[in-house]
């Protein structure tokens, strides 16, 4: 089965920076997203890892541990539009499936405070 | 540019009368998936069509059906929606390399 657990809520202030983990349990691992979602809004897509490490693109950088079943998202130089809820997501090719449904967390809620 | 689009954005219908939701793409994405959102939740697959292949989740409630009639067009369709149904629901796209999901704005179902 599939379990994704991720901090409900986090604070920061603006010009900080925030670590927000993520730990999976999968069958047929095959990539972790991290997803941002304002309030009422779609999810929009901010990363891809499927092998181990850091991925940076901007002020937003994920980190994968595939042994340690461990993810987690960093955000730098915080600002207040940051405030979103973040959600973690895995892609896992169980059933044989090769489509790679993804199975996405219940989602950390960001408040950053000036 | 390059979009997902669901119509309408807030839909509001009463206990029991069928509603459906629409959304299209002009990604020209094999792939496209229902999710529904309940407040403060994960999103939930309900289904997805590769193609004109339809995936069921087994959990769905058969209350819940979709259509595919061609690429650019999905829709959701909920025969009798109870009050348990209100909710946002998120449709999706991805291509062949389900390296990315592309989400519309969502449609927020209101029950009365």
């Known amino acids: 089965g599939q379990n994704i657990d991720q901090p409900t809520e986090m604070t920061a202030t603006e010009g900080a920076i925030v670590q927000i983990n993520c730990t999976y349990q999968t069958s047929g691992f095959n990539g972790l997203f991290w997803y941002q979602q304002h309030a009422g809004e779609a999810p929009t897509f901010l990363s891809y890892?499927?092998?181990?490490g850091l991925e940076e693109k901007g002020r937003f950088s994920s980190f994968l541990s595939r042994s340690k079943g461990y993810s987690y998202l960093l955000l730098k130089e915080l600002q207040m539009k940051d405030s979103a809820s973040y959600l973690c997501a895995v892609r896992d090719l169980d059933r044989g499936s090769t489509l790679g449904r993804l199975y996405f967390g219940r989602g950390t809620q960001l408040t950053v405070w000036p | 540019d390059a979009m997902v689009i669901q119509n309408p954005r807030y839909q509001v219908t009463q206990f029991g009368k069928p509603v459906t939701l629409s959304c299209s793409q002009t990604l020209n994405h094999n792939v496209m998936y229902w999710y529904q959102q309940k407040s403060s939740q994960a999103p939930k697959l309900l289904f997805h069509?590769?193609?004109?292949?339809?995936?069921n989740e087994a959990d769905t409630p058969d209350n819940f059906q979709s259509r595919r009639p061609n690429t650019s067009f999905c829709f959701l369709d909920i025969r009798s929606p109870g009050l348990g149904d209100a909710a946002m629901y998120l449709c999706?796209?991805?291509?062949?390399?389900?390296?990315?999901?592309?989400f519309g704005p969502g449609t927020r179902l209101t029950v009365l």
């Open positions: 890892n499927v092998l181990d």
């Open positions: 999706a796209t991805s291509g062949s390399s389900y390296n990315e999901q592309f």
């Open positions: 069509y590769y193609d004109k292949d339809f995936n």
